[in-house]
């Protein structure tokens, strides 16, 4: 991955602002995160849509302090129907941005199909939709770096 790409992969990663307004035509959207590790540090995770992806932005986000060891299930309620990317970071130092070493990721991260990118993500890679009709599940697998 090439330094900018990882720039833009962090940005994405640290974009959580919490709790958007609601929608008559709104579902439910349950998120599953698998390999959650207790390392303490807050878990973020964040919708996006297109228009705020790779920026500091974001309408639905929920924050679990001191997560431990497995799966997580968050539910972010009365999302409107769209597209949307989802993101996950395992903050260890609380900045609520991802820490970085190297360039490459020092803190746990998730994205929808995230353990087949191998450069920084496109919306269209990454992203899921919430359908018109309501509710969206989504299952997302925590990466940690490796030796940390």
Not at 102 to 109: K, L, S, V
Not at 137 to 147: D, F, L, N, R, T
Request: hydrophobic letters at 45%; proline letters at 5%; a neutral charge.
């Amino acid at each position: 991955m090439q330094k900018v790409q990882k720039a833009a992969l962090a940005a994405t990663l640290s974009s959580f602002v919490l709790m958007g307004a609601g929608s008559a035509l709104a579902g439910d959207v349950v998120i599953t995160v698998t390999g959650v590790q207790a390392r303490g540090g807050d878990l973020l995770v964040g919708l996006q849509t297109s228009a705020q992806f790779l920026k500091q932005a974001g309408d639905y986000g929920e924050i679990t302090k001191a997560p431990t060891a497995g799966t997580r299930v968050v539910t972010l309620k009365d999302v409107p129907p769209g597209d949307y990317s989802v993101s996950v970071l395992h903050d260890l130092n609380g900045d609520q941005q991802m820490a970085l070493a190297n360039g490459m990721p020092a803190e746990g991260w998730a994205m929808f199909r995230g353990e087949t990118l191998r450069a920084a993500p496109t919306f269209d890679q990454v992203k899921f939709t919430v359908p018109a009709s309501g509710d969206a599940q989504v299952s997302v697998a925590m990466q940690y770096p490796a030796g940390r």
